[in-house]
């Protein structure tokens, strides 16, 4: 990944990998508001922030850097004085209000807070249950709409919506494009919560920051977008017509709830027994993963390419302190699986002792987000510790709870001091995905590069689960093919349960990677021998014989092909198994199939 890995300054960030934001949702009564502008959070309860007001160019560069003219900035001050700088943002709220409304005044209802807006007395609020803190929008665009529907037809037109038109609605409302949260209730299924769906937007919203704001999102007009969203309705409804025509078997593979797959430690199989397809029974046995939020229609192809295996979908969160969500396409026996001990800490504290006691009450987190490719920068953990310091020793307001807690929850930020969070030091990655410590260190390799080989990377735990089956069948030991295998995520696995490596075939393109693989390998004083090939597409059916012939066959071949294409937060060529780098899926499959083809005739 190019640039910098804190993601500070570049507006391009490439996002290798997901995931999929658990964000717990913080109750907050309807009375609660909080205002945004250009990416900061101002409380919103009518206390003033500061009893002290900066000074008079300072404070207009405050609010000019927010977005607002300067002139108009200069005339709130004027007015207010320097000494509440919410009142000021409140008058230049009201002002850009006035500027976009229409000439008589209007309201938009809420449902849980009603409010009106048609003087320079009644500043504008947003109620925080409603918003997004990752957006620049209000509720008063809504009163800016200028095309041909009206608010009275909007309004009644929700009175015989079914659940899944009406949390199309209250995601618009919120404030998040149309097109984004269709796909959404695509990806997620028809019984997600709102919260769950907000949080599969939030990683693709990613993509487009650099920060923790989205300061060059596109200000879409509210009314538009609930033009959009009946538009849209409609042509959902006709396609939905279209489908029940298609019948039960085209319909496309549902994640499962909870992210259990066949089991886990603490939730035992329940699926007893499988069958597998005559085609998918080994030799060799076979592990393939990807991300488990994938585009529509993704995994069938998946499953279909791979002997029509019933994908495997399993969270992490299950096996450490981090959520994963993976598929896995596998033809391994799923009886008497055990976990590789000592068993991970499973929540944030115990496996960050040091943050426990910094970590303040109002933080619910037991548990990170997906660990990713990239981190938050200084200036975020800054802001917020400014934030917080302005409220003293007390509490802060839920607006600002909510503020700090949505970043955290975005950035995997933890608690490492009083008012002070921080990124996710490499370490502590390797240590939550199961790889032993320093396992990415040194050697010449960067902070940037360790954060990406990491965001990368299997869990190790959770594969290792799957794997335990093997231990049984292979006493003397394994010849893997390992397929983009990263930093070796699979061979950590099987060395922790206990399997020899006997011969591994490591096929990675980044050399990077291969480094790290290559020094665990000589760290750990494997006796088994390790063949490195850089690229996948190198190996043809004569080079797979030959190696097959001088030590007699694979026994498993694992593999996780890229998943650039196939992320949520990739919006820009977020283009399934067609895309560039995760069309690398079929070499997979035809690789597969070719060690299948040969042993078959051995």
């Not at 299950?318 to 896995?328: D, E, L, S």
Request: with cysteine; proline share 6%.
């Amino acid at each position: 990944m190019a640039g910098n890995a804190s993601g500070e300054e570049s507006d391009k960030i490439d996002w290798d990998t997901d995931d999929e934001l658990e964000i717990q949702n913080i109750p907050l009564p309807s009375n609660s508001s909080l205002t945004f502008a250009g990416g900061e959070a101002i409380s919103g309860n009518g206390e003033a922030s500061s009893s002290t007001g900066p000074s008079h160019s300072k404070l207009i560069n405050h609010f000019v850097g927010m977005g607002f003219p300067e002139k108009l900035v200069a005339k709130a001050i004027k007015e207010n004085g320097e000494g509440n700088t919410e009142t000021i943002l409140e008058t230049l709220l009201t002002y850009s209000a006035l500027e976009n409304s229409p000439e008589q005044p209007q309201c938009f209802n809420s449902p849980q807070q009603p409010e009106c807006v048609n003087s320079p007395q009644q500043p504008q609020r947003i109620n925080s249950d409603q918003c997004s803190s990752d957006y620049d929008e209000t509720f008063l665009d809504d009163l800016s709409d200028s095309d041909s529907w009206s608010e009275s037809e909007i309004t009644n037109n929700t009175d015989s919506l079914s659940e899944w038109e009406k949390k199309m609605m209250s995601l618009a409302n919120m404030g998040y494009p149309v097109e984004e949260a269709s796909i959404a209730m695509d990806r997620c299924g028809p019984e997600a919560s709102i919260a769950e769906l907000t949080d599969f937007i939030c990683a693709a919203q990613m993509a487009k920051t650099t920060d923790a704001y989205l300061q060059d999102l596109p200000n879409e007009n509210q009314g538009n977008k609930k033009r959009k969203f009946f538009e849209l309705l409609k042509k959902k409804k006709r396609r939905g017509y279209e489908n029940k025509n298609l019948g039960e078997e085209n319909e496309p593979i549902r994640l499962p709830k909870p992210m259990i797959g066949f089991g886990v430690p603490a939730e035992p199989c329940q699926l007893i027994h499988r069958t597998l397809p005559e085609a998918a029974i080994g030799p060799p046995y076979f592990y393939y993963e990807n991300v488990a939020l994938a585009p529509k229609g993704v995994w069938d192809t998946i499953s279909r390419f791979l002997y029509d295996v019933e994908p495997e979908f399993v969270d992490s969160k299950y096996f450490c302190a981090a959520a994963r969500k993976r598929g896995y396409v596998h033809n391994l026996p799923i009886n008497n699986r055990f976990p590789i001990l000592p068993l991970p800490p499973r929540t944030v504290n115990d496996a960050l002792p040091l943050t426990r006691r910094w970590w303040p009450s109002w933080d619910t987190r037991t548990k990170l987000n997906c660990l990713q490719t990239v981190i938050g920068s200084a200036k975020l953990t800054e802001r917020i510790r400014k934030a917080l310091e302005n409220w003293g020793d007390g509490e802060p307001p839920l607006t600002v709870q909510k503020y700090v807690l949505d970043e955290c929850r975005k950035w995997n930020l933890v608690w490492v001091g009083r008012n002070k969070v921080a990124p996710l030091e490499p370490d502590e990655v390797e240590m939550l995905l199961g790889f032993p410590k320093n396992h990415t260190r040194g050697g010449g390799i960067s902070r940037t590069d360790r954060y990406k080989s990491l965001g990368n990377s299997f869990q190790v735990d959770t594969v290792a689960y799957h794997l335990s089956t093997l231990k049984e069948l292979f006493p003397g030991g394994i010849n893997l093919l390992s397929l983009f295998s990263g930093i070796g995520g699979a061979e950590v696995a099987l060395y922790r349960l206990g399997i020899p490596l006997k011969n591994v075939v490591s096929v990675e393109i980044s050399e990077v990677n291969r480094n790290i693989v290559r020094g665990w390998w000589e760290q750990t004083n494997q006796k088994g021998k390790l063949i490195d090939i850089v690229d996948v597409q190198q190996l043809n059916g004569d080079r797979l014989e030959q190696l097959m012939n001088s030590f007699g066959g694979f026994d498993l071949v694992v593999g996780g092909s890229p998943c650039n294409n196939l992320a949520g937060s990739n919006r820009v060529s977020r283009d399934g198994l067609e895309g560039k780098e995760s069309a690398l899926f079929y070499d997979y499959f035809r690789i597969l199939d070719l060690v299948k083809c040969i042993m078959s005739k051995q």
